[in-house]
């Protein structure tokens, strides 16, 4: 059964802290490996994707990883911000025949950052 | 990147009532679109995939007679809660599928039915 777990459920972290987010993933065949970040009452905005072949890939302050033999992936956060306060989904697309993707969504971690 | 918007965004209505939502793909076309149900502290429920042209594929659970999706155009797609009850209330979420098969997400519909 294709799954995505993710943990911890929910963190709080003082502002100007790092975290680091994990994802595990059983997903066959895989095709990639996106982080959303949403905020309350927003649809996801794509952080990183990554396909097979990579292990690494950032922007900004936002530092993934992905271990395609463990199936685990992680999303660093550095220097955390008030705005950095949302959930964190991790997404797996699983390949199918018909040459489209279908989404494999995580329960996202709910990120709380206080001042 | 590509920009999918959603209308309106927050509704209440009576129940009883049907509900219109519309997602539109702005900068691209987009043959496949997606309805995603969200519940609070929970993550997105995929609902079914809207193909311009043809029927709707609904998700194992989802009545298609209570939530009618048409995508008329390769911009638009409709999603359409008929006779709302308090229980569907919930965040509605679409996406469009680009040409490189990346889904863009709206930024969502808050239903509430009273």
Known sequence: KNQVEQSPQSLIILEGKNCTLQCN?????????RWYKQDTG???VSLTIMTF???TKSNGRYTATLDADTKQSSLHITASQLSD???YICVVSAGFSGGYNKLIFGAGTRLAVHP | ????????SRVICKS???VKIECRSLDFQATTMFWYRQFP??????????????????????????FLINHASLTLSTLTVTSAHP????FYICSARDNTDTQYFGPGTRLTVL
Do not use: I
């Not at chain 2, 229980?87 to 919930?90: G, Y």
């Open chain 1, 25 to 33: 993933y059983t997903v066959s065949p895989f095709s990639n490996l």
């Open chain 2, 1 to 8: 990147g590509a920009v999918v918007s959603q209308h309106p």
């Open chain 2, 41 to 66: 502290k929970q993550s997105l429920m995929l609902m079914a995939t809207s193909n311009e042209g043809s029927k709707a594929t609904y998700e194992q659970g989802v009545e298609k007679d209570k």
């Open chain 1, 53 to 55: 072949s990579e292990n």
């Open chain 2, 16 to 18: 009883g009532t049907s």
């Open chain 1, 85 to 87: 306060s949302a959930s």
């Open chain 2, 87 to 90: 229980e569907d209330s919930s």
């Open chain 1, 42 to 44: 927003r649809g996801p």
